[in-house]
């Protein structure tokens, strides 16, 4: 009896296993699941802990074995998700960022988007000019120690918060001249209120940029924001799409391709390489999510989306979760007393230090603002160090972050475009890196239809896609044009090859299972309900003796003169 019960125990242990899930204010939350437990239910005990309600614009990040970053699918087991061996470890994050944050219902949720941000703004994924730096930091610094005290903020006190990679001395002056005397009197709440509002007006607000290559070999990095889809390469934005323009996202191996309707008769077709086939399905499940989280007007409008034209052939997708207005209906219809929420309760982060722990940080002297190229391998390399994303890398260094609305002097013709950033970062490490290529991202050819590449590197300066922090009027700048590399003939070649070879061996395993099933009908004495209705149609007794009793007597003759001519060589032998 005793044995009995340490068996079972036992095995009740074995069905177990720890998780850790590290959330945004950098504390970690510990509990124990079932083996077999599916992603919704860890993701409702983070959202009971934390007394979270508006939960849909979050999510729970993991890496596998190989250093490839997911997005844990709730409706699937987790054991079988993440395929490493127990204790697992997850991080909390923003997966969808709120198109306007002052429009959350809950503070509780402002402070968590707050807290994103703000690790967005030190990684250096949400990139600004000088000037709106400064205020960002400032509002932080209001929101987590309050007014200036001259007692307890010293000179040069601003010089031991981190709030970016790395700042001058001179913006360190103007963080420390806006806290002392712009902003006295601001509670918390509404530090991060107008930080999150003046955040949400950068073009690079809730971008999480998955680095690739186009076609030319050039790197870049998409990313899909609340508004659409965009391209980031060099120091500013090349492309931007709204999702109402956006028709359809596709990948095969490292190959990503996006098709966009920006008028009734122009469509184009954008196709950028990633570092590895892994990296390129989770770039098209971020996109696929998105799109339906942010276009939809209703969840039971969501559908299973390919990666492939053919049935047989590609993965399959579905968005398993509420879409934006949705959640803004039910989050308008939550009445409880807002709870409570401790702000003091920071730690220090692996990965981003909390701004009231923060190391000091080596201000940057001015005779180092020179300009900095970045090849394409160190572009990649630089890629390894982001907790939430992949941070955007400049080509340039200068004495602004981002100039958010730029313009460029293109020769003689004077081109609008967005200037992402004037700084080269060198974004801080982390455990959650981004994996890359060794030896680089290898460039398949450029997709083509009727024989024209179509993309928007072709179509030259053109209208780029709006939105409400997107003035109407800018036009995207002239890319350079695509060039096919020299061995595009011959893989175009083996890709039409594989295909026809996959469309074969799947005609062939059909017409294998329609034979089997002929056999079961005709010679097989299965008494199956369904089987006796099929033999006692008209049709199918028409069939078996005027074709298939004689084919099989023409089977049954070739067989035995076959088996006679063998046997007549092997008697002569």
Avoid at 152 to 173: A, C, I, V
Wanted: charged fraction near 25%; aromatic fraction near 10%; hydrophobic fraction near 35%.
């Amino acid at each position: 009896m005793l044995s009995r019960l340490m068996s079972s125990s036992i095995r009740s242990l074995d069905r177990e296993c720890n998780c850790t899930v590290r959330l945004l204010d950098d504390s970690e939350y510990t509990c124990t699941i079932q083996r077999d437990a599916k992603g919704q239910y860890l993701f409702d005990l983070i959202c009971h802990h934390l007394n979270l309600l508006e939960k849909d614009y979050f999510g729970i990040r993991y890496v596998d074995p190989d250093k490839q970053r997911h997005w844990l699918e709730f409706t699937k087991s987790i054991a079988k998700q993440i395929k490493s061996q127990p204790p697992f470890t997850m991080c909390l994050r923003v997966k969808f960022y709120p198109p306007d944050p002052a429009a959350l219902k809950e503070e509780i949720t402002r402070y968590l988007v707050f807290l994103q941000v703000k690790r967005d703004l030190y990684h250096g994924r949400l990139l600004c000019k000088t000037s709106d730096a400064a205020l960002l930091a400032a509002y932080v610094l209001q929101a987590e120690i309050g007014d200036h005290d001259p007692q307890k903020h010293p000179q040069g006190y601003s010089s031991k918060f981190q709030f970016f990679p790395k700042h001058s001395e001179k913006l360190e002056r103007r963080i420390a001249d806006i806290h002392k005397a712009e902003l006295i009197g601001q509670s918390p709440e509404t530090s991060e209120l107008n930080f999150l509002q003046k955040a949400q007006r950068l073009e690079t607000y809730g971008v999480d940029p998955h680095p690739c290559k186009d076609v030319s070999g050039n790197p870049a990095f998409l990313a899909f924001t609340p508004f659409g889809f965009t391209v980031l390469q060099g120091n500013r934005r090349v492309h931007f799409l709204k999702w109402e323009e956006v028709t359809k996202l596709k990948f095969e191996a490292k190959t990503f391709h996006i098709y966009a309707n920006q008028t009734e008769d122009k469509k184009i077709i954008l196709t950028y390489f990633a570092p590895t086939p892994e990296a390129c399905k989770h770039l098209w499940k971020c996109g696929v999510e998105n799109q339906a989280f942010f276009k939809l007007e209703k969840s039971s409008q969501v559908r299973t989306v390919s990666s492939s034209n053919l049935f047989f052939k590609g993965s399959r997708f579905r968005y398993s979760g509420k879409v934006a207005k949705e959640v803004m209906e039910q989050s308008a219809k939550i009445k409880r007393d807002p709870p409570e929420i401790h702000r003091h309760g920071m730690v220090p982060s692996r990965s981003c230090p909390s701004i009231t722990h923060g190391p000091r940080l080596t201000s940057v002297p001015r005779t180092r603002r020179r300009a900095v190229h970045i090849s394409i391998m160190e572009g990649l390399e630089s890629l390894r160090d982001s907790a939430h994303s992949t941070p955007v890398r400049s080509v340039s260094h200068g004495d602004s972050f981002m100039s958010s609305r730029g313009h460029l002097e293109d020769g003689s013709e004077a081109s609008t475009s967005a200037v992402i950033s004037d700084e080269a970062y060198s974004p801080s490490d982390s455990v959650l890196s981004t994996p890359v290529a060794e030896r680089g991202a290898e460039m398949p050819p450029a997709r083509h239809l009727n024989g024209a590449a179509r993309s928007l590197d072709e179509q030259g300066p053109q209208q780029a896609g709006t939105s409400k922090e997107f003035p109407p009027d800018r036009r995207a700048p002239r890319p350079l044009r695509s060039k096919a590399a020299p061995a595009s003939d011959v893989e175009e070649l083996n890709k039409f090859i594989l295909s026809v070879l996959r469309l074969f061996l799947v005609t062939i395993g059909l017409l294998f299972a329609l034979l089997l099933l002929l056999i079961m009908l005709t010679e097989s004495d299965l008494d199956i309900a369904f089987l006796r209705d099929i033999r006692k149609t008209p049709e199918f007794q028409q069939f078996h003796f005027e074709y298939f009793c004689p084919l099989r007597r023409w089977f049954a003759c070739k067989l035995r003169w076959m088996g006679g001519l063998l046997v007549s060589k092997s008697a002569g032998d």
